[in-house]
T-cell receptor, first 113, second 108 residues
């Protein structure tokens, strides 16, 4: 158990819908990363937060947004969903930015039908 | 922006053989991390390298950071079926950019 909790584990939704993925980082970790992993693909960096502030953005679509709350949990919002958004979404947390071990959650598998 | 490239994308290994996977960055890295993702699992941290030319070993795994801090390698000796999975390197800037990974399969 990495200590990072992602909910839900599975999500099936229709095209055009909006979903929210939730991540609770390890206790004490201030940095949260979001990644998208499509079938047999690598980990595509989406966005990173540190202590409530956005610190870096990857190739995140405008239909996607995220935030980190004062209690440090984070949410990734995906809207106007398309079939191509079907993927495994991972959240990871670390104590500090870009240094030291990042702990990954089990991921949320999103299926858009 | 920083890009981290990994080769090969796939590695099919006979059990007992050795293999190496390579990671190259377009820019100098402050550090590099390696992760392993088992089929159906999530990435798990293996190691972090920080110093130029650093070499670290974990049992049958040897990790190396290049002198210019732009490349790294992971060498596995005497491959076992437990080594199956995808190995990712990640550039140690604050974005933690991952390479595409090397997916390893083992023939018994």
């Amino acid at each position: 158990d990495s200590g990072v909790t992602q909910t839900p584990k599975h999500l099936i939704t229709a095209t055009g819908q909006r979903v929210t993925l939730r991540c609770s980082p390890r206790s004490g970790d201030l940095s949260v990363y979001w990644y998208q992993q499509s079938l047999d693909q690598g980990l595509q960096f989406l966005i990173q937060y540190y202590n409530g502030e956005e610190r870096a953005k990857g190739n995140i679509l405008e239909r996607f947004s995220a935030q980190q709350f004062p209690d440090l949990h984070s949410e990734l919002n995906l809207s106007s969903l398309e079939l191509g958004d079907s993927a495994l979404y991972f959240c990871a947390s670390s104590v500090i930015l870009g240094n030291g071990e990042a702990f990954f959650g089990q991921g949320t598998r999103l299926t858009v039908v | 922006g920083q890009q981290v490239m990994q080769i090969p994308q796939y590695q099919h290994v006979q059990e007992g053989e050795d293999f190496t996977t390579y990671c190259n960055s377009s820019t100098t890295l402050s550090n590099i991390q390696w992760y392993k993702q088992r089929p159906g699992g999530h990435p798990v941290f293996l190691i972090q390298l920080v110093k130029s030319g650093e070499v670290k070993k974990q049992k049958r795994l040897t990790f190396q950071f290049g002198e210019a801090k732009k490349n790294s390698s992971l060498h596995i000796t005497a491959t076992q079926t437990t080594d199956v999975g995808t190995y990712f390197c990640a550039g140690g800037d604050y974005k933690l950019s991952f390479g595409a990974g090397t997916t390893v399969t083992v023939r018994a």
